[in-house]
């Protein structure tokens, strides 16, 4: 069956740098879009990007642009997001999607990033 | 960017009623509308893409309707293991704007 496992989370200071893998089983990875979006504590889903396919396209949210990056290893079936210059702002779970928006049918359980000094 | 604004913010029903929770878009998304149910502790699911279009393996109790700015979730007989928090999402364009939830208990 279908599984998204995530690592990488953490405490991190502001400012700082952590990278997010996501571990794809189950299905043909190659064959789909990857996104990542995000929940603070005790509030609301936050889309952050998605990815193509071939990596050929990827896309952010405008608070992340700049700073986040997102990647793939299609012989891995691995998803990737580096987070660089972190801010309190981006303490959240981050939870690995396969697919990019309606087709977002199987979700991790999520991986809790904490930026705080 | 595109506001998605969800009613109620949250619910009280009993078991067997009819649960109504609206989306509405800040401007007209044709039916790029998903609906997505997260239950404490566990993998947040797919519920209805489309606007309308039921995910496979969700129960028929859920429908989804509308196009352009207002859409509908509608649970038709509430059971217990529907307390959740329900989300749309617009995916017509990015970013991909979430409504603010809305959580479902029973009364």
């Known amino acids: 069956q279908v599984q998204l496992v995530e690592s990488g989370g953490g405490l991190v200071k502001p400012g700082g740098s952590l990278r997010l893998s996501c571990a794809a089983s189950g299905f043909t990875f190659s064959d789909y879009y990857m996104s990542w979006i995000r929940q603070a504590p005790g509030k609301g889903l936050d889309w952050v990007s998605y990815i193509s396919t071939t990596s050929t396209y990827t896309t952010y949210a405008d608070s992340v642009k700049g700073r986040f990056t997102i990647s793939r290893d299609n012989v891995k079936n691995s998803l990737f997001l580096q987070m660089n210059s972190l801010r309190a702002e981006d303490t959240a779970v981050y939870y690995c999607?396969?697919?990019?928006?309606?087709?977002?049918?199987?979700w991790g359980q999520g991986t809790l990033v904490t930026v705080s000094s | 960017d595109i506001q998605m604004t969800q009613s109620p913010s949250s619910l009280s029903a009993s078991v067997g009623d009819r649960v109504t929770i609206t989306c509405r878009a800040s401007q007209g998304i044709s039916n790029y509308l998903a609906w997505y149910q997260q239950k404490p502790g566990k993998v947040i699911k797919l519920l209805i893409h489309g606007a309308s279009t039921l995910q496979s393996g969700v129960p028929s109790r859920f429908s989804g309707s509308g196009s352009g700015t207002d859409f509908t979730l509608i649970i038709s007989s509430l059971q217990p293991e529907d307390v959740a928090t329900y989300y749309c999402?617009?995916?017509?364009?990015?970013?991909?704007?979430f409504g603010g939830g809305t959580k479902v208990e029973i009364k």
């Open positions: 999607v396969r697919g990019s928006g309606g087709n977002s049918d199987y």
């Open positions: 999402q617009n995916y017509n364009s990015v970013p991909l704007t």
